[in-house]
């Protein structure tokens, strides 16, 4: 294994410098990859990524915190925007994450979904990486410059607000019902499921959404619902 590739990687794309390297490669190990070489005496990413979520969790709350006057529930949506799947999917695939992750064959071919699960994982375990190697400072460092620097888009373009909670307030008013969802399909292994859900109002089928987890679909489905609701 050519280590200098994850430390390159480090100094160019992270803009930081790694004591230990071996960390960084850790943090770019999927569980499947060990599945095919089980000679290998190396660890998976997986408790980088328990580490990091916590760290991503508490740097964004607290640049929140300090920046924003606003109410507890409008952070906490802004927040949730910032940390869900498809963003930090999306920053780690801008980042150039996707090549270096060390996948098993079949994970390699999987679904675009499990791709961007996949990254995002990888986004937590480096930042678990970091925060061991580099320190708090580093990871704050990190988060801020490639996820952070997100929110004026997300803020913009009103991305943050919940679907779910604007869908109940407007049906409430328009139509004296609370919406209801129903999951309508499921397909796909465990690890790679899809769901279908539908949302209905007053009993009449408003709008329907797939996901990778029901609460995804809820909200696509409630977005789908909300469109009706425009003029």
């Known amino acids: 294994m050519d280590t200098n590739i994850y430390r390159r990687f480090a100094l160019e794309n992270l803009k930081l410098e790694f004591t230990d390297i071996d960390k960084l490669v850790t943090a770019f190990t999927h569980r499947s990859y060990l599945n095919e070489h089980k000679k290998l005496k190396l660890e ?19 640049y929140l915190f300090k ?32 090549p270096l992750i060390r996948l098993s064959k079949g994970e390699k071919r ?26 708090y400072v580093g ?50 292994p465990d690890h790679d499921k899809l769901f279908t859900v539908g949302v209905y109002i007053n009993g009449q089928l408003a709008g329907t959404g797939e996901g990778p987890s029901k609460q995804i679909a809820q909200q696509k489905a409630a977005s789908k619902a909300l469109e009706k609701y425009k003029d």
């Open 44 to 62: 998976h990413n997986e408790r980088y990524e328990f580490l990091g979520d916590a760290v991503l969790e508490l740097i964004v709350t607290e």
């Open 67 to 98: 920046n924003f006057n606003q109410p507890e529930g409008i952070l906490t949506n802004w927040r949730s925007s910032l940390v869900r799947t498809e963003s930090i999917g999306a920053v780690a695939d801008k980042l150039g994450f996707f």
């Open 110 to 135: 999987g679904s675009e979904r499990a791709r961007q699960q996949i990254l995002a994982n990888c986004y937590e375990a480096v930042i678990g990486a970091i925060y061991l190697d580099v320190g």
């Open 139 to 188: 990871a704050v460092k990190f988060i801020r410059e490639s996820l952070i620097v997100t929110l004026d888009e997300i803020l913009k373009t009103g991305s943050w607000v919940d679907p779910k909670s604007q869908l109940q307030e407007v049906s409430q008013s328009k139509e004296d019902a609370t919406p209801s969802y129903r999951v309508l399909n499921e397909e796909g």
